[in-house]
């Protein structure tokens, strides 16, 4: 791999050999560099190829070379972004064909104020007939380099937004997706077909609509990246996907997504519980555990340790932060664990043995329940309404926020988090909750717009407080409310506007619930499963059964299309 990875750097040109004491580099000092490598996995876990890479010491480049915080910075997607996507893929039911840039950073194209100086790593470093050291003139950012990731995203920018590239226009709301309309450039039509290209980093997806022009305009943008940048296509519409540690898996009709993380979960229980078989109950691992990731055990060690706030040992301190880390990512793609990682997170400074047992709780959750996730559907009832639901949970301190926004029947964007200020009452950490979730609609509004989806009508916007309701409705000043910072008063500013209605809801059906507290298991399976899209009970059994027994018996608890029912039991 270490000779393959020397060679691919030859190939794309990315450095040339020069003596030490070369003028030319005379005012440059070199950095070091070393090897790193990485398996390449598929989406069954299984690798595929063992990968060698080349990297600079980053800490050194950007100590020689000046380069400053706002230089090196690179954006990438966010999860919420890539989740509203697909359900609009969902929705106009596009193809989707990903796609993987080789070596994408020795293709970024750099300034000549940019350029360093590399020293080869050990075994590959050689000498000229003098006894010179021969070293590395980089003519691409080599990975490691402190401002590689940003010079390859300016790179990738200026190629697919460039009209004689591939023409695509960057979202501004979202700066790693890029989209196109096809059609009347003057004039915006709602039969206008649409090519949407997330990336993150050198991984990306191209989606576009059915129709004859955009698969067209697609099969364009294929050959354009491919002579540009090598890029290596995989099948379109691929039957199973494998991307960001998400298992993503379309019906025939691609009107049906669902997004897992089964790998990624199967790879954290052989990380973190090798050896041990988690999926059958015993006294270490009770059954109660297959149903929920926490109860009041977790409340009670958490009020404990945050009384207490003990030093924890470094072995302890590790080990929880290692696996709080793994779990988070999961929490992506299974955001019912949101309000137990929330309690979780926030004693990451001073864990305690208990603690950490309600992390592997978690963990065991998620492995029993590893088939569960998140479905996009064009025959959801309401698919094609945007919508949001939020709460809080108030406290005597710092209140937790809960939202979620719905499109395409499950959330495309969830959030829990505590507050940063200290409520005086329920209404006004409920006002708190709702301007989140204000801001985010205005994000993904913007960012929905921007890859083809059409909102008719205002946002519907849900709170069960009626306090909160009251005060989006009308202007007034009373004791309780007079003090409350005009900021928090966006929802109203939005419903003013038109942009949002705001309904009052029952406790009872708000699912943002479950992203403030932990719940007793009958209350969280039912807000479980509206956020993820699930069509019944037997959905939930079938996660935890083996995928023959599930697939069937799924598709026969249910009349309508075997594709969909399936699909939720994978």
Same mark, same amino acid.
């Given at each position: 791999?270490?000779?393959?990875?020397?060679?691919?750097?030859?190939?794309?040109?990315?450095?040339?050999?020069?003596?030490?004491?070369?003028?030319?580099? $005379?005012?440059?000092?070199? /950095?070091?560099?070393?090897?790193?490598?990485?398996?390449?996995?598929?989406?069954?876990?299984?690798?595929?190829?063992?990968?060698?890479?080349?990297? =600079?010491?980053? !800490?050194?480049?950007?100590?020689?070379?000046?380069?400053?915080?706002?230089?090196?910075?690179?954006?990438?997607?966010?999860?919420?972004?890539?989740?509203?996507?697909?359900?609009?893929?969902?929705?106009?039911?596009? #193809?989707?064909?990903?796609?993987?840039?080789?070596?994408?950073?020795?293709?970024?194209?750099?300034?000549?104020?940019?350029?360093?100086?590399?020293?080869?790593?050990?075994?590959?470093?050689?000498?000229?007939?003098?006894?010179?050291?021969? @070293?590395?003139?980089?003519?691409?950012?080599?990975?490691?380099?402190?401002?590689?990731?940003?010079?390859?995203?300016?790179?990738?920018?200026?190629?697919?937004?460039?009209?004689?590239?591939?023409?695509?226009?960057?979202?501004?709301?979202?700066?790693?997706?890029?989209?196109?309309? &096809?059609?009347?450039?003057?004039?915006?039509?709602?039969?206008?077909?649409?090519?949407?290209?997330?990336?993150?980093?050198?991984?990306?997806?191209?989606?576009?609509?059915?129709?004859?022009?955009?698969?067209?305009?697609?099969?364009?943008?294929?050959?354009?990246?491919?002579?540009?940048?090598? &890029?290596?296509?995989?099948?379109? !519409?691929?039957?199973?996907?494998?991307?960001?540690? $998400?298992?993503?898996?379309?019906?025939?009709?691609?009107?049906?997504?669902?997004?897992?993380?089964?790998?990624?979960?199967?790879?954290?229980?052989?990380?973190?519980?090798?050896?041990?078989?988690? +999926?059958?109950?015993?006294?270490?691992?009770?059954?109660?555990?297959?149903?929920?990731?926490?109860?009041?055990?977790?409340?009670?060690?958490?009020?404990?340790?945050?009384?207490?706030?003990?030093?924890?040992?470094?072995?302890?301190?590790?080990?929880?932060?290692?696996?709080?880390?793994?779990?988070? #990512?999961?929490?992506?793609?299974?955001?019912? %664990?949101?309000?137990?990682?929330?309690?979780?997170?926030?004693?990451?400074?001073?864990?305690?043995?208990?603690?950490?047992?309600?992390?592997?709780?978690?963990? /065991?959750?998620?492995?029993?329940?590893?088939?569960?996730?998140?479905?996009?559907?064009?025959?959801?009832?309401?698919?094609?309404?945007?919508?949001?639901?939020?709460?809080?949970?108030?406290?005597?301190?710092?209140?937790?926020?809960?939202?979620?926004?719905?499109?395409?029947? =499950?959330?495309?964007?969830?959030?829990?988090?505590?507050?940063?200020?200290?409520?005086?009452?329920?209404?006004?950490?409920?006002?708190? $909750?709702?301007?989140?979730?204000? %801001?985010?609609?205005?994000?993904?509004?913007?960012?929905?717009?921007?890859?083809?989806?059409?909102?008719?009508?205002?946002?519907?916007?849900?709170?069960?407080?009626?306090?909160?309701?009251?005060?989006?409705?009308?202007?007034?000043?009373?004791?309780?409310?007079? #003090?409350?910072?005009?900021?928090?008063?966006?929802?109203?500013?939005?419903?003013?506007?038109?942009?949002?209605?705001?309904?009052?809801?029952?406790?009872?059906?708000?699912?943002?619930?479950?992203? +403030?507290?932990?719940?007793?298991?009958?209350?969280?399976?039912?807000?479980?499963?509206?956020? @993820?899209?699930?069509?019944?009970?037997? +959905?939930?059994?079938?996660?935890?059964?083996?995928?023959?027994?599930?697939?069937?018996?799924?598709?026969?608890?249910?009349?309508?299309?075997?594709?969909?029912?399936?699909?939720?039991?994978?």
């Amino acid at each position: 791999p270490k000779q393959l990875e020397i060679a691919k750097m030859d190939r794309l040109h990315a450095k040339i050999d020069i003596a030490a004491d070369d003028p030319r580099i $005379a005012h440059m000092r070199p /950095v070091e560099t070393m090897w790193t490598g990485r398996a390449k996995i598929n989406e069954k876990g299984e690798v595929i190829k063992d990968n060698a890479r080349c990297v =600079a010491r980053g !800490d050194l480049h950007a100590k020689y070379y000046e380069v400053s915080a706002n230089q090196s910075m690179s954006p990438v997607v966010r999860t919420p972004s890539l989740n509203a996507i697909d359900a609009v893929s969902a929705l106009r039911r596009q #193809h989707m064909c990903p796609f993987d840039v080789p070596g994408a950073y020795l293709q970024g194209k750099q300034f000549d104020c940019e350029q360093i100086v590399c020293r080869p790593p050990v075994g590959f470093r050689k000498y000229d007939e003098r006894g010179v050291e021969i @070293l590395w003139l980089m003519l691409s950012p080599l990975y490691g380099q402190s401002d590689s990731g940003a010079i390859w995203n300016r790179t990738w920018n200026n190629f697919v937004t460039d009209p004689k590239g591939c023409g695509f226009e960057r979202c501004p709301q979202e700066p790693c997706v890029y989209s196109k309309r &096809i059609g009347d450039p003057h004039e915006d039509k709602p039969d206008d077909s649409y090519v949407t290209c997330p990336i993150y980093v050198d991984d990306g997806r191209l989606y576009y609509d059915p129709t004859e022009e955009a698969c067209a305009e697609a099969a364009r943008d294929r050959e354009r990246l491919t002579k540009e940048f090598g &890029i290596e296509f995989k099948s379109i !519409d691929p039957e199973n996907d494998y991307f960001l540690g $998400a298992n993503r898996r379309s019906s025939s009709d691609r009107a049906t997504c669902t997004l897992t993380c089964v790998t990624y979960i199967e790879d954290m229980g052989k990380r973190f519980l090798p050896d041990v078989d988690v +999926t059958k109950p015993c006294e270490a691992f009770p059954s109660s555990w297959s149903h929920t990731p926490a109860d009041e055990i977790l409340v009670k060690a958490w009020e404990e340790a945050t009384m207490l706030r003990p030093k924890a040992p470094e072995k302890l301190m590790k080990k929880y932060g290692s696996l709080y880390g793994a779990l988070l #990512h999961a929490s992506k793609y299974r955001p019912e %664990i949101l309000a137990s990682m929330g309690l979780l997170g926030s004693a990451l400074t001073f864990p305690t043995e208990r603690l950490y047992m309600c992390l592997v709780r978690v963990l /065991v959750y998620l492995i029993r329940t590893k088939r569960l996730g998140i479905t996009y559907s064009a025959h959801a009832s309401n698919a094609y309404t945007l919508r949001a639901r939020a709460d809080s949970n108030w406290s005597e301190k710092r209140s937790t926020t809960g939202f979620v926004i719905f499109l395409a029947g =499950a959330g495309i964007n969830n959030g829990s988090r505590r507050q940063h200020c200290i409520t005086m009452s329920s209404t006004e950490a409920e006002l708190v $909750a709702l301007g989140d979730v204000a %801001i985010e609609l205005i994000h993904t509004d913007g960012m929905l717009e921007h890859v083809g989806y059409r909102r008719e009508g205002p946002i519907a916007v849900g709170t069960d407080n009626k306090g909160a309701y009251d005060l989006c409705h009308r202007f007034t000043s009373a004791q309780n409310s007079r #003090h409350i910072d005009r900021k928090l008063f966006k929802m109203r500013e939005l419903r003013g506007a038109g942009t949002v209605t705001v309904e009052l809801v029952p406790t009872e059906i708000n699912p943002a619930d479950i992203f +403030t507290k932990i719940l007793s298991r009958q209350v969280f399976e039912k807000h479980r499963k509206t956020v @993820l899209n699930l069509i019944d009970d037997s +959905t939930v059994a079938a996660a935890v059964e083996p995928p023959e027994h599930s697939a069937e018996h799924v598709a026969g608890s249910r009349g309508g299309s075997v594709a969909q029912t399936v699909l939720c039991a994978t």
